[in-house]
T-cell receptor
Framework: EAQVTQNPRYLITVTGKKLTVTCSQNMNHEYMSWYRQDPGLGLRQIYYSMNVEVTDKGDVPEGYKVSRKEKRNFPLILESPSPNQTSLYFC??????????FGPGTRLTVL | GDSVTQMEGPVTLSEEAFLTINCTYT??????LFWYVQYPGEGLQLLLK?????DKGSNKGFEATYRKETTSFHLEKGSVQVSDSAVYFC????????????FGQGTELSVKP
C-alpha cells in the first residue's frame, strides 16, 4: 500500500530538548516536504527536498532542520524546541506537479 | 507571491443542503489546483484536482472547475451528508518549487442531521 508514515503521532516535550520526527514514504517519490498546520493559517511549508542531499527552506524554516540521506526518509529535527513550535506537523511526498500524499500527522506540544 | 484565499468558516448546513465553498487564487503561470479534505483527527486526503483551465475535478459528489478568467476553484456538492463534516483546504502547486503546495486557511464544514 502506498503511504507516508510519520512517528511519533503525539509528542509532549519541554523547551530546549532536541527531538526528531521521522517521515518515510514507499512510493519512490523524489519530492518531500514538511508542513505545519495552525488554526486560521492553514498549512505552511517548513522545508522541502527535491531529491537526496537536496533540501531547501520553505516559508517558515526558523527553528527546524532536515536531512535527506535516503530517498525514502526525510526527518524533521527541532534542536531546541520552543512553545511557538507547538503545532500539528505533516510530512508529504510527490512526484512533482501531481498529487501530494500526506502522512497522518504529528501533534507536538512544547511546554 | 502565489496565494490562495478561501471563504471563512465554520459553515453549518443541514443534511441534503447544497454546498459551495469559495476559493480564489493568485499565481504566475498555470498552477494545478487541488481540494484536500481533513476529517477529524486525520491527515489530509486529496478530494479532487484540476491541472488546466476549464478542467473540472470531481469525486464523491464534489465538483470544482478551474476558472482562469476569475482565478477561482469553488467547491460544490449538491446534497451534503453528515459524513462530509470536515475541514476543506483549497491549494495550488508552485511549479517553480517542484510542486510545493500553497494552501488556503481551510473551511470547517459541519453538517447536521
Amino acid at each position: 500500500e502506498a503511504q507516508v508514515t510519520q512517528n511519533p503521532r503525539y509528542l509532549i516535550t519541554v523547551t530546549g530538548k532536541k527531538l526528531t520526527v521521522t517521515c518515510s514514504q514507499n512510493m519512490n517519490h523524489e519530492y518531500m516536504s514538511w508542513y505545519r498546520q495552525d488554526p486560521g493559517l492553514g498549512l505552511r511549508q517548513i522545508y522541502y527536498s527535491m531529491n537526496v542531499e537536496v533540501t531547501d527552506k520553505g516559508d517558515v524554516p526558523e527553528g527546524y532542520k532536515v536531512s535527506r540521506k535516503e530517498k525514502r526518509n526525510f526527518p524533521l529535527i527541532l534542536e531546541s524546541p520552543s512553545p511557538n513550535q507547538t503545532s500539528l506537523y505533516f510530512c508529504a511526498s510527490t512526484t512533482g506537479r501531481d498529487t501530494q500524499y500526506f502522512g497522518p500527522g504529528t501533534r507536538l506540544t512544547v511546554l | 507571491g502565489d496565494s490562495v484565499t478561501q471563504m471563512e468558516g465554520p459553515v453549518t448546513l443541514s443534511e441534503e443542503a447544497f454546498l459551495t465553498i469559495n476559493c480564489t487564487y493568485t499565481a504566475t503561470g498555470y498552477p494545478s489546483l487541488f481540494w484536500y479534505v481533513q476529517y477529524p483527527g486525520e491527515g489530509l486526503q486529496l478530494l479532487l484536482k484540476a491541472t488546466k483551465a476549464d478542467d473540472k475535478g470531481s469525486n464523491k459528489g464534489f465538483e470544482a472547475t478551474y476558472r482562469k478568467e476569475t482565478t477561482s476553484f469553488h467547491l460544490e456538492k449538491g446534497s451534503v451528508q453528515v459524513s462530509d463534516s470536515a475541514v476543506y483546504f483549497c491549494a495550488l502547486s508552485d511549479l517553480i518549487r517542484g510542486g510545493k503546495l500553497i494552501f488556503g486557511q481551510g473551511t470547517e464544514l459541519s453538517v447536521k442531521p
